[in-house]
């Protein structure tokens, strides 16, 4: 149920010439139907009505097709594809990646947890982590997961303590510290020599002579994820050589490898310029890199959901400044703290002129008390108090990493498809928020 659209289906590219670049930052179904931004058939101005904003909206369409497309490019090799929860752990946008037949990178237990409502079968989850807690690791152990991504000597020794009495094996995949070279934020680079992730080259000589002595793990893979925002498949295939040289090493302890995981990172445009790696390039570089005998794994999680989700904002104030208009609306780093960790650029769409979307003098800022709240800069925005904005790009790494700063509720969530609306995640309260405060009561 919910508010539809006015009946024309064609996308952005087919009625406006003029929003074409929009095409790579928006969701597949999105449409100007007489000036109007819609998703899978919605009108966005409706959407805000019945939801309130800020509001996320997610294209079942664009999920699917992303999830399908990422398959298709692994087809011939046999992958593993499991989407990165840590991108969306919303429940129902797990569910459609389940259906479509993809497994789940975790990285605790909460996130299990969410897999698990979301109906993923626990051997088609694997839990990652470079500091798990005892609870993370015994509800690995007791759902009997995929694998446990063994990022440390410490976390080894834990989970073979934890592991004992157990009648199967534990499967472990080890993660190594590679160095490929990948160009990205520091803050987004997961791989090398001084990056908290993984196993150094003297640690998992360590970690391969104590597999190679236990009873109670067994070692199934190797694993390497270089980073995130990556457009250059060199790194990818840097990295699945380093760990099939690493196999090499594996063997002289007795051990075998059934799989080589290389993470996800896939870079996706934020901006219509931005570059992204297509995960049918991606695939192509690695074709026939693998020996038969061991699987390739890949994780990716902005790639599949970033450019479903859009974030829907209304204006509460507009300002001049002597260098261009400044434009508050009424979420912000609560709900998108990207711009803040890593100064990452968004674009930014008016719903009732779409057309307009262009570079400009403005700024878009939120309403949370820091003065790096800046959701967009550069950006085009004719728009008045009470006009709604969408910020495109919106589905990876905001709403999973959203705060309650200002002790303003996180938003709601609705899934779009074919024109009608489902509420899948409800606005948060201000008494949630101050549930677990025990004083005042
Ligand atoms: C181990 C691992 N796998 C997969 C991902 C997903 O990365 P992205 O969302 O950039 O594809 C990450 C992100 O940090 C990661 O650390």
């Not at 073979?160 to 987004?188: D, F, N, P, Q, W």
């Not at 075998?256 to 996800?264: D, F």
């Not at 403005?362 to 790096?372: K, M, Q, T």
């Amino acid at each position: 149920m919910g508010p539809t659209g006015t009946g024309r289906s064609k996308t952005l590219t087919e009625t406006d010439e003029e929003l074409h670049p929009l095409r790579r930052i928006l969701p597949d179904s999105s449409d100007n139907q007489d000036g109007v931004l819609h998703i899978g058939g919605c009108s966005l101005p409706e959407l805000a009505a019945v939801y309130g904003t800020p509001l996320y909206v997610y294209d079942e369409e664009t999920l699917r097709a992303q999830a399908r497309r990422v398959s298709a490019a692994f087809a011939s090799s046999s992958a593993r594809v499991s989407f990165a929860a840590k991108a969306c752990a919303t429940v129902a946008v797990l569910r459609v990646f389940r259906e479509e037949g993809l497994g789940l990178d975790t990285v605790s237990a909460g996130e299990i947890e969410a897999g698990l409502r979301a109906g993923f079968a626990p051997a088609h989850m694997h839990l990652h982590g470079n500091a798990k807690s005892d609870e993370d690791l015994a509800r690995a152990l007791e759902l009997d997961l995929g694998a446990i991504v063994v990022d440390n000597l410490d976390e080894l020794r834990r989970l073979e303590s934890m592991s004992l009495g157990r009648s199967t094996r534990a499967r472990v995949i080890l993660r190594l510290a590679l160095s490929v070279g990948a160009k990205t934020h520091a803050y987004l680079l997961t791989s090398g020599a001084d990056t908290k992730f993984g196993l150094g080259h003297d640690e998992l000589q360590t970690a391969l002579s104590r597999l190679g002595k236990s009873s109670t793990l067994r070692l199934i893979g190797l694993h390497a994820h270089p980073g995130s925002q990556i457009s250059d498949a060199r790194v990818y295939t840097a990295a699945l050589a380093s760990l099939l040289e690493t196999v090499e090493l594996v063997k002289t302890h007795g051990l075998g490898v059934e799989e080589a995981g290389i993470g996800g990172g896939w870079a996706v445009p934020y901006v219509p310029n931005d570059p992204a790696l297509a995960p049918e390039d991606l695939a192509a570089s690695l074709r026939g890199l693998l020996p038969n005998r061991i699987r390739l794994a890949v994780e990716p999680g902005r790639a599949l959901v970033a450019r479903a989700g859009v974030a829907v904002y209304r204006v509460v104030s507009v300002k001049q400044r002597p260098a261009g208009r400044l434009v508050a609306v009424d979420g912000g780093m609560g709900d998108n703290p990207r711009p803040v960790f890593y100064g990452a650029g968004y674009s930014a769409i008016p719903v009732n002129d779409p057309a307009a979307a262009a570079k400009g003098s403005d700024r878009l800022v939120g309403r949370y008390c820091e003065e790096g709240d800046v959701l967009a800069e550069g950006v085009h925005l004719p728009v008045v108090p009470g006009d709604l904005i969408a910020v495109p790009t919106a589905g990876a790494y905001q709403l999973s990493m959203a705060s309650a700063y200002n002790l303003v509720p996180q938003p709601a969530v609705v899934l779009v498809s074919r024109g009608r609306a489902r509420l899948v995640t409800r606005r948060a309260s201000h008494g949630e928020l101050l549930s677990r405060e025990l004083d005042g009561l």
